[in-house]
């Protein structure tokens, strides 16, 4: 029987006023909304550097031959 890992925010802001977030026990879709619930207002998630782990989830596929992201499946 495997644990999943629990779900949890890191929100780091560093003295020049970047910020950096990572999310921990979410995958595509899941982190960026979460990350858009806690920072909306604050900070534009839509310029959020995506780690690999974001692509795992299953409704996020990637057409390599033109570059286009499709989040949501169908």
């Known amino acids: 029987m495997s644990m999943e890992q629990p ?3 890191e929100i780091l802001v560093h003295p020049d006023a970047s910020v950096e977030a990572e999310t ?13 619930e806690l920072l ?15 692509y795992d989830d299953a409704n996020v596929e990637i057409n ?3 570059d286009v992201v499709d989040i949501g499946g169908d």
């Open 7 to 9: 779900k949890s925010v």
């Open 24 to 36: 921990f026990g979410m995958k595509g879709e899941e982190c960026l909304d979460k990350l858009e």
């Open 64 to 66: 390599r031959d033109d």
């Open 40 to 54: 909306s207002g604050l900070f534009d998630v839509d310029d959020a550097i995506l780690k690999p782990e974001y």
